[in-house]
């Protein structure tokens, strides 16, 4: 590989800005993604035997389908539905990740709920909070903090995940490292500088989540 | 007994019945609680000490029967099946003027000690974020844990954990307070330290309900002791009745297991 450090001293600037969408992407999207999640979780474990099941029946379709033909599905088959709903790749991709993880956090966050010991909300009840309250201020923040840690992977995996998003012609690092083997044909050196990346972003997160559990295991 | 009839019951049981599928753990049971007055349940376990105690602040809800609180019914379940329960507010009303004490303390981990009390006082209550302070310290230093205020339930030992426990219940300012065997999942050498708190409540004319296996306490707070087994009440009145002169069998064969094991116990 003559010149492998010029060449990804030159390169490596655009596979950056590339990696710079998969961090906005996947971060947006585990946000939003968290948020839904954990109110289909919750829908999940309510009483209310409707909203369970309409709850049951969105994870069972997201989890069982491919995030490629959910990504498709937003970005080309919409469209053609209605113009209105013609979005950029970004938001497409956005959208379409947040509602894949979404899923899977509700599963997440169903475990978390129904892993809190019965008596929590026995003692809260017996104080006298109404079911909304007890999970308000019992059963959700205990629920939260285990939820941080499979959280975290969910956010590891959402990095890599993103990648598809390559095929709605969003420039993330994938495509990006993509355009520029389009124009070089050097194979080997991007996708090692590609792979790079996403292993350091991983590892970042990997960090991070390790320093959440040590936190979260304080009361514990 | 003393002033047997003066006082109307506060609590009351009129033929109960409650199952888990094929298990029958309450059948028709009738009792009444006074105001004031101190009730010791022993029996062993599965004898339905627990769901009694649980019916009453309808953390179970009966099959069958119905239980007055200050002669209003609040669960009422006919024959035919028709029924009749609090609304849900009422019931929440109904629910901070019984204090329930659990056998597993169930403090919230997430909660300081300070929090654990205050939560209810302020989001319930609606009290003064100063005056809860206030009162919050002065329930601990009661039950000598005021330097625990900052404390993590984790940090705790078990006695202290259902002392912490006692009071956030107290803090509620109930009417009755129900005990569900406050002591059975404690280290022996801490059980003294809840007792303790425990023996000053009825100086305040608390009613309280309790179900437990420390015999020598029962005689010396008990009003009046209830025997059951298997679900039935077999034998009930002062602690000098049941504990040194019980009329039935079953009782007589009960309280010899249990001082027989005592015996064992601290030989």
């Known amino acids: 590989?003559?010149?492998?450090?010029?060449?990804?001293?030159?390169?490596?600037?655009?596979?950056?800005?590339?990696?710079?969408?998969?961090?906005?992407?996947?971060?947006?999207?585990?946000?939003?993604?968290?948020?839904?999640?954990?109110?289909?979780?919750?829908?999940?474990?309510?009483?209310?035997?409707?909203?369970?099941?309409?709850?049951?029946?969105?994870?069972?379709?997201?989890?069982?389908?491919?995030?490629?033909?959910?990504?498709?599905?937003?970005?080309?088959?919409?469209?053609t539905l209605n113009e209105a709903l013609t979005f950029p790749p970004f938001v497409s991709a956005t959208i379409a990740l947040t509602m894949n993880s979404a899923a899977y956090i509700a599963e997440i966050a169903r475990g978390a709920i129904q892993s809190i010991d019965k008596g929590q909300m026995e003692a809260s009840r017996s104080l006298g909070f109404n079911h909304r309250q007890s999970m308000r201020y019992i059963i959700v923040p205990q629920a939260f903090r285990r939820m941080l840690p499979p959280l975290g992977n969910e956010c590891i995996a959402l990095i890599k995940e993103s990648s598809l998003v390559s095929t709605i012609a969003l420039y993330d690092l994938l495509r990006t490292g993509q355009q520029i083997i389009s124009s070089t044909y050097r194979y080997i050196e991007i996708f090692t500088l590609v792979g790079v990346i996403y292993l350091i972003l991983t590892s970042i997160m990997s960090c991070i989540v390790g320093i959440i559990e040590k936190r979260v295991s304080v009361y514990e | 007994m003393k002033e047997e009839k003066v006082s109307p019951p506060i609590l009351e049981f009129k033929n109960v019945y409650k199952s888990y599928g094929d298990n029958?753990?309450?059948?028709?049971?009738?009792?009444?609680?006074?105001?004031?007055?101190?009730?010791?349940?022993?029996?062993?376990?599965?004898?339905?000490?627990?769901?009694?105690?649980?019916?009453?602040?309808?953390?179970?809800?009966?099959?069958?029967?119905?239980?007055?609180?200050?002669?209003?019914?609040?669960?009422?379940i006919e024959e035919n099946g028709s029924k009749s329960l609090l609304t849900n507010n009422k019931l929440n009303e109904y629910r901070t003027e019984i204090g329930f004490v659990f056998q597993h303390f169930n403090l919230f981990p997430h909660l300081t000690v300070n929090k654990n009390i205050?939560?209810?006082?302020?989001?319930?209550?609606?009290?003064?974020?100063?005056?809860?302070?206030?009162?919050?310290?002065?329930?601990?230093?009661?039950?000598?844990?005021?330097?625990?205020?900052?404390?993590?339930?984790?940090?705790?030992?078990?006695?202290?954990?259902?002392?912490?426990?006692?009071?956030?219940?107290?803090?509620?300012?109930?009417?009755?307070?129900?005990?569900?065997?406050?002591?059975?999942?404690?280290?022996?050498?801490?059980?003294?330290?809840?007792?303790?708190?425990?023996?000053?409540?009825?100086?305040?004319?608390?009613?309280?309900?309790?179900?437990?296996?420390?015999?020598?306490?029962?005689?010396?707070?008990?009003?009046?002791?209830?025997?059951?087994?298997?679900?039935?009440?077999?034998?009930?009145?002062?602690?000098?009745?049941?504990?040194?002169?019980?009329?039935?069998?079953?009782?007589?064969?009960?309280?010899?297991?249990?001082?027989?094991?005592?015996?064992?116990?601290?030989?």
Request: charged share 25%.
């Open chain 1, 1 to 79: 590989m003559p010149g492998f450090i010029e060449f990804s001293v030159t390169y490596l600037p655009y596979l950056l800005k590339g990696a710079l969408i998969t961090i906005e992407v996947a971060a947006v999207s585990v946000v939003l993604g968290s948020i839904l999640g954990t109110l289909i979780g919750m829908g999940r474990v309510s009483h209310i035997f409707v909203l369970s099941k309409i709850c049951q029946f969105y994870i069972w379709v997201i989890r069982g389908t491919p995030l490629l033909l959910q990504l498709f599905a937003i970005h080309f088959a919409l469209p």
């Open chain 2, 118 to 267: 205050a939560l209810a006082l302020e989001k319930i209550k609606g009290m003064d974020k100063k005056k809860i302070k206030e009162k919050v310290k002065d329930l601990l230093s009661w039950v000598g844990l005021e330097s625990k205020y900052d404390a993590y339930p984790g940090q705790l030992s078990g006695g202290q954990k259902q002392r912490v426990a006692i009071v956030r219940a107290l803090a509620m300012e109930p009417i009755a307070m129900l005990f569900d065997e406050p002591t059975s999942a404690l280290d022996p050498e801490t059980v003294g330290d809840v007792l303790e708190v425990m023996r000053k409540l009825p100086d305040d004319g608390m009613t309280m309900v309790i179900a437990t296996h420390e015999m020598e306490f029962a005689r010396e707070v008990a009003d009046r002791i209830v025997f059951m087994d298997k679900g039935v009440i077999v034998e009930q009145g002062t602690p000098l009745e049941i504990l040194n002169a019980p009329k039935e069998l079953r009782t007589r064969e009960f309280l010899s297991r249990v001082l027989t094991r005592r015996r064992l116990e601290s030989s």
């Open chain 2, 24 to 76: 029958h753990v309450l059948k028709g049971i009738d009792l009444k609680i006074k105001k004031g007055e101190v009730v010791v349940l022993i029996g062993s376990s599965g004898s339905g000490k627990t769901t009694l105690l649980r019916c009453i602040n309808l953390l179970v809800n009966i099959d069958k029967g119905e239980i007055l609180f200050n002669n209003i019914p609040v669960i009422q």
